[in-house]
């Protein structure tokens, strides 16, 4: 229980100060009464007023009520006010996990480029060979075409305009295969090209680079207008020639092989073949009689 000392100080104050008052007054109304009806009345009274005293001094005494403590928590740490970030250059480095770089793809590495086959030797045979081996042989001359060889008895020459500046010659003969029926199978295989006024025979392989460049379409025998390789100068009879590998499509590995012979006024382009068939027996058999025919070959022209 809990007193109150100031309450219990004021109530033995007062309790005092009736007390007194209370004596005197009972000493003087006491002395006054006359007769038991009137000291019966004042007995009342006193009682009466001791009764209010000691319930005043009851009231005074009763102890304060307990107040129940209010539960107090500790106080939890401030959370601190979020830091300001500075911007600008001054702004610290935030540590982050660095991202692995996307792959840059690589560009897909060139395609291979096939080696260049290797073109067989034009060898032109001798003087006394060739006699021998052509002795046999057929004869053919056109001056106006100015041109001359010699050629096997079982072939045909054929002589096809293509343009005003060109023309075939084909060294055939007919055949039959079982597959195929009836075809010509084919000895060697010329180009014939008069030569414009207006251009100077190309003597030099870089002379004839440009000069087959500049061959209209329907007279280029190369697809797409070459490029040409050359390969070696050989001399052929009186005229300059030149040994070079072309492709058999735009784009392709230089395979064909060819022999080129500038007159005066004619140019002889001599297909030799896709020289890729070499295995091919009828090419192997086939080669040693072109270079027979080759050294019976004159421009005239």
Known sequence: MVHNPFRVMSALVWGLLLGVALGIFASSAFAQIKGPRRRRKTLMFLGSTVTFLILALGGCGQPLAETTPTPTTAPSSPTPPPTAVPLGPSRPLQLT??????????????????????????????????????????????????????????????????????????????AEDPMLGEYREGFIELLLFI??????????????????????????????????????????????????????????????????????????????????????????????????FLSTLTITR
């Open 97 to 174: 996990t660095p991202l692995s770089p996307k792959p840059t793809p690589s560009p897909p590495p060139p395609p291979t480029q096939e080696p260049a086959p290797t073109p067989r030797p034009v060898v032109l045979l001798p003087e006394q060979e060739t006699k021998r081996l052509t002795a046999n042989w057929k004869a053919f001359e056109d001056p106006v075409l100015g041109l001359r060889f010699r050629y096997p008895p079982e072939y045909e020459v054929r002589v096809q305009p293509i343009t005003a500046y060109k023309r075939g010659i084909s060294i055939d003969r007919p």
């Open 195 to 292: 030569l414009r006024p207006d251009t100077p025979p190309p003597l030099t392989p870089k002379a004839l680079e440009a000069w087959i460049q500049r061959l209209p379409v329907e007279e280029n025998p190369i697809p797409g207008g070459g490029p040409i390789q050359v390969v070696e100068s050989i001399q052929v009879g009186n005229a300059s020639g030149f040994v070079i590998m072309e492709p058999l499509w735009p784009g392709e590995v230089p395979s064909v092989q060819s022999l080129i012979i500038v007159g005066k006024e004619r140019l002889l382009w001599v297909a030799l073949g896709d020289i890729n068939f070499r295995s091919h027996k009828r090419t192997e058999t086939l080669w040693p009689l072109q270079m027979a």
